[in-house]
């Protein structure tokens, strides 16, 4: 059995001297040490900690804030370090130490709180996108042209207008001009099917019909590419 001790200061001007002290007294052989701030998941040393433990090794912490400043962060620790088969314990807060059956009674219960909360926030969030949605609040990026608009411009690309003018006169990107202006490859494709689907030429085989259809598609997505510049053949 091996006991990991892990120090943690938040910035440079901090000292680690008293957590290596209490950690070098508890027993701690192998320490890591890391400057970094405690809001940080991915700590490099933290995490190097945790692939060394195997089976009945213990980490070991000053206080809990050295590890973790949320319960849920806490709790991720606690149970990769479970996972390795490992105890934790903290020095000051002699209640998480889960090499005791009191220990882990109190993480267990505080893993089930943490849980209870988060059901919590989950039923009062999805009862107020109810309530907005009964009072009509769309969810979503709002679009950024009205109908009326996409009408307008619509009747202006069809009468040869710039995309690039119409882009400056509506405060929009040339982008959104352009998917206005080309029609949807999946809808002429959709239509290619059904006339093919629909053509009075019934001596066709079935691999053929599947042949014709996936031709025309293509050459619908080819085309609507061409019309945006995307590609285009001679």
């Known amino acids: 059995m091996a006991i990991f001790g892990y120090a943690r200061v938040s910035t440079r001007g901090q000292g680690l001297a ?52 949320s319960t849920r962060d806490l709790l991720n620790i606690v149970d990769a370090v479970a996972k390795a088969g490992a105890s934790f314990k903290s020095l000051k807060d ?21 849980e209870f909360e988060r059901e919590l926030i989950r039923a009062r969030t999805d009862d107020g996108r109810t309530r907005a949605k009964a009072r009509g609040v769309k969810f979503g990026r709002p679009p950024k042209l009205t109908a009326h608009q996409r009408q307008e411009l619509a009747r202006r ?27 949807s490859p999946f809808g002429q494709a959709r239509q290619a099917c059904e006339e093919v689907s629909h ?14 259809v996936r031709a025309l598609a293509r050459r619908s997505v080819q085309s609507s590419q061409c019309r945006r510049g995307l590609i285009c053949w001679s």
């Open 18 to 69: 008293s957590q290596l002290a209490d950690l070098k007294a508890a027993g701690c052989g192998n320490i890591y040490k890391e400057k970094a701030s405690g809001a940080q998941t991915d700590r490099p040393e933290l995490a190097k900690v945790i692939r060394r433990l195997d089976a009945g090794d213990v980490l070991v912490v000053t206080r809990l804030d050295r590890l973790a400043r």
């Open 94 to 114: 002699t209640w998480a130490d889960t090499t005791t059956p009191h220990g882990k009674l109190m993480l267990t219960v505080l893993g089930g709180l943490a």
């Open 157 to 183: 690309l069809a009468e040869g207008a710039v995309q690039a003018d119409l882009a400056r006169s509506y405060g929009v990107s040339q982008a959104t001009i352009s998917r206005l202006a080309a029609p």
């Open 199 to 212: 053509s009075a030429d019934y001596a066709v085989t079935s691999a053929e019909r599947v042949a014709r």
